[in-house]
Structures are given as C-alpha cells and as structure tokens.
C-alpha cells in the first residue's frame, strides 16, 4: 500500500490527499533534452506558411471592399460585404495560426534524496510519487524550448533535385507519347507534393546551410520566430503591390496595365517588401545584439519573406497542362530555389547585420561590434530518438561540416557590407530593382527562341552570381568580426 499522509476533513469517513505543494522556479543548471525531430519542423512550418497565405489573401478582402470593391485601382465602389466575408474568413483561419504558435510547457517534477524527506508525495491529477528513500519534491512549468532541430542541407537539396525530376521524368514522356489519360492521373498524384516541396525546401535548405555557418545558440522558438516574421511582412507587402501601389500610380494618371506592372515591380516591390522586411527585423530587436546575430535575423527573415511569395509562383507553375506544368515547374523552383530565395535572404540580411552593429556599437563601444551581449546558452539539448545518442556541436563530424560550409559560404573579396541601417536598406533596394528590372527587360527583349531564352539563361546566371557572392561576403564580414571578438585572427 502507497505510504501517503492523509488528512481528514469533517466526517472522518472522508478523506482527501495532501494538498500538492506549489509550483517552484526551475533551479539554475537545469539541463532537459528532446528526441531530435528535423522533419517535424519542416513539416510543421510548411503547413503553417500555407495557412498564413490563405490569411493573407482573405485578409487583402477587407481593404478592396472597403476601398475598390471592384478592383479598378480607382477609389470606389464599396462592398460592405465582400469586406464582411474577409473578415469571417480569417477568423478561423487566425486562431488556427494562434493555436499552432501557443507556447508548449512541461511539468517537470524532480526528487531529491534527503533525510528530511518523505517516501510519497502528492501529484497534480490525483496522482501520487512513490521513493524507496526518503526525498524533498519540487516541480516546475517549464516553457519548452529545445534547440533549432533543421535537417541537414544534403538531405534537402537531394529532395529538391529529386522532386524536379521526377515531375520532368514521369510528366513529359507521358506526354510525348499522348497518354493523356496516364498523364493526367500522374500529374493529379504529383501535383500537391511538388508544390509543397518546390516552395519550401530550397527555403529549408538556405536555412540549413546559414544555421551551421553562423553556428549561433539558437532555441527552436527563436527561429521560427525569424522564419513566421518573415512570412508576416509578406501582408502590407502584398496590400502595397496589389492595390495601394496601383490606387496611387491611377490617381496619377497612369492607366496603362503594362506600365503600372513594370513600376509595381520596379519601384513599389523593391521600396515596399525591403522596408516592410526591415520592420519585421526590428520588431525582432531584442534578440539581435551583434553583427553576427543581426545577419542571422535578417537572412532568416528574408527566407520567411520568401517562403510565402515563392508559394504563389510555384503554385502559379503548375497551372497548366501537364507537360507545361512539367517545364514551368522545373524552370521557376530552380530559378527561385538558387536566385529569389537567397536573394531576399541576402538583401534583408544587409539590413539586419547592419542593425546588429549598430547595436553592438552602442552597447559596447565603436571598436568591438560582433558579439554583444548574447542571448544565454539554451536549457534543451536533443537526442537521437532510435538510440539515445546525445547530440551537441561540438562533435568531429559537426566540425568538418561546419569548416566545409564555412568555407563555400563566406568570402572577403570585395567591398565590406554596410554597418549603417540605412545604407543597406537602399543598398538592398537597389539590389532588388536591379534584379526586377532586369528580369522585366528580358521578358520584354528576348524573342521567343532558342537564342534569346540562352541569352536569358546567361543574364539570369550573371544576377544569380551576383547575389550568391554578396551574401558571400556578408558572411565572410559577421564571420570576420566574430573571430575578432573571439581572439581569432
């Protein structure tokens, strides 16, 4: 029988446990793990990208029924009730995003041995702790908050790759051989799983890589803090390009379609998505102390940024026939994957390492900018779920990998990045008119040829290269200042 103190309450009939004793603040050194879960994460997050772009869009119906019921980019008419029906629709839509990002706890209970202490105590629930010596009990609500869980980038870039061909090799000679039947029915299976993969994993992937170069404690609610940051500023920057942008360049006069597309890419995209980037880097604030930590909050929320815009095009891919959904779905999420994806990592990362040294400077003197006072090392670790094996950083293989990223990633040729916010806010939309202006240019120029889609090819290389040796260097400048604040030459 469970030796427990009992203590009668009027009838002596009647009993009832002891009461349990209070909730404690957790003791300083207390280590927790979790089973790693890589791919839950993944999973949770692309599910949770696709319920915010479907807010998003509802959201967008209350301001067009509100102000241009009948999407003309001129004021009026209004419709109450289109503008209703937004509303009710992101209702649920919200609190399904809200219980999705509630924080988790766990109730820790510890037993410490101690002559002064007591063979059975009083649970939670009704339940009772039984010890075969003597114990004081303590328990605690702990918020969970195990490390940043990402697979590897081989991994994903493997399922990308492999993602892209299987469409190509099963779609096209599907459809070379008119087997429209078949191929329909191939391209019903293949639809979903292509699009979800073509607009996450190359995000995944970029995340991947910058978490092991950057090697920063980061606790998994921090990160997808930066990553769902980013998917938020996607919403005034869809309103912007949609219908404010258009509204204003009507009012003005310009009533040309053509006209109001190129200066929506040209001008409101790039001036609108980087401040509205930037905002979501500074809301993030608190936790960018350094130059290093800065990049990191930035590049990430660009790659959040980027996640819910490369959903619409790839979904925008797919969009056709099966043997054309084939090639337009293999051309855009590769060009996306290794061109738009970084490029929005990299441009709103200029932003945020020049937020973090600007911090840094200000906390801790001009002449030591990287590593201000850093967020605490975190109380979860992981472990392997099929062995038990405790997994840290600080493993040989973890090194190699690290030095082998390190040096793709980083670089210091050319010019420094930037430690002033607002040289590389312009400098990132000057970036990104570069790139939207270019790409307009080109559709515009190039015939529909074989050698004008290679001369495509070629320009899109060149803007690729562009924007993949910047980042370089951005990386290389955090790393750079990261060894100087370590001792490191």
Not at 43 to 57: D, E, G, I, K, Q
Not at 286 to 315: C, H, K, P
């Amino acid at each position: 029988m469970e030796r427990q103190r009992l203590e009668a309450q009027g009838n002596p009939r009647h009993v009832r446990p002891a009461p349990t004793d209070p909730l404690q603040p957790a003791p300083a050194g207390l280590m927790l793990a979790s089973p790693s879960s890589p791919w839950a994460t993944v999973r949770r997050l692309v599910w949770l990208v696709v319920v915010l772009s479907l807010l998003a869009n509802t959201l967008l119906m209350v301001p067009i029924g509100l102000v241009d019921a009948d999407v003309d980019f001129s004021p009026g008419p209004s419709d109450p009730w289109f503008a209703l029906a937004g509303g009710l629709c992101s209702l649920p839509l919200l609190l399904l995003v809200l219980t999705l990002r509630r924080p988790k706890l766990t109730h820790v209970v510890l037993a410490d041995p101690s002559s002064r202490g007591k063979f059975a105590h009083q649970l939670p629930g009704g339940r009772v702790l039984s010890t075969s010596t003597p114990t004081v009990l303590s328990h605690h609500l702990i918020r969970r908050s195990p490390p940043l869980d990402l697979p590897r980038p081989a991994p994903l870039v493997a399922l990308f790759v492999g993602s892209v061909l299987v469409v190509l090799m099963v779609l096209v000679p599907l459809g070379l051989l008119n087997a429209g039947l078949l191929q329909a029915l191939a391209f019903a299976l293949l639809f979903l799983p292509a699009w979800m993969i073509g607009f996450s994993i190359p995000v995944f992937a970029w995340w991947a890589v910058s978490s092991e170069v950057l090697h920063l404690p980061t606790d998994r609610r921090q990160g997808e803090s930066m990553l769902i940051a980013g998917m938020l500023s996607g919403f005034p920057a869809i309103a912007v390009n949609s219908l404010l942008f258009p509204m204003v360049l009507v009012a003005l006069g310009v009533t040309s379609p053509v006209i109001i597309e190129g200066l929506t890419l040209v001008v409101s995209a790039p001036v609108g998505e980087e401040l509205c980037k930037l905002a979501a880097v500074l809301l993030l604030g608190r936790l960018v102390d350094s130059g290093r930590r800065g990049l990191q909050a930035g590049f990430t929320v660009g790659l959040g940024f980027a996640m819910i815009e490369n959903l619409q095009y790839i979904l925008a891919s797919l969009l056709a026939d099966p043997t054309t959904a084939a090639f337009g779905f293999g051309f855009t999420s590769v060009l996306r994957g290794v061109g738009s994806i970084p490029g929005h990592a990299v441009w709103t990362g200029l932003g945020g390492y020049a937020l973090g040294c600007t911090r840094a400077s200000s906390l801790r003197g001009p002449n030591d900018l990287d590593e201000g006072p850093s967020s605490p090392s975190a109380e979860w670790g992981l472990f392997e779920a099929h062995t038990g094996r405790a997994l840290t950083p600080s493993t040989s293989v973890w090194s190699v990998r690290r030095e082998r990223w390190t040096g793709v990633v980083t670089s210091t040729r050319g010019p420094a990045p930037p430690t002033n916010v607002v040289s590389a806010l312009l400098m990132a939309i000057a970036f990104h008119a570069a790139w939207n202006g270019t790409s307009l240019v080109m559709s515009m120029l190039v015939a529909e040829s074989v050698a004008g889609f290679a001369f495509m090819l070629v320009v899109d290389a060149i803007l690729i290269l562009a924007v993949l040796h910047t980042g370089r260097r951005l990386f290389g400048a955090a790393m750079m200042q990261a060894g100087r604040a370590s001792g490191v030459s």
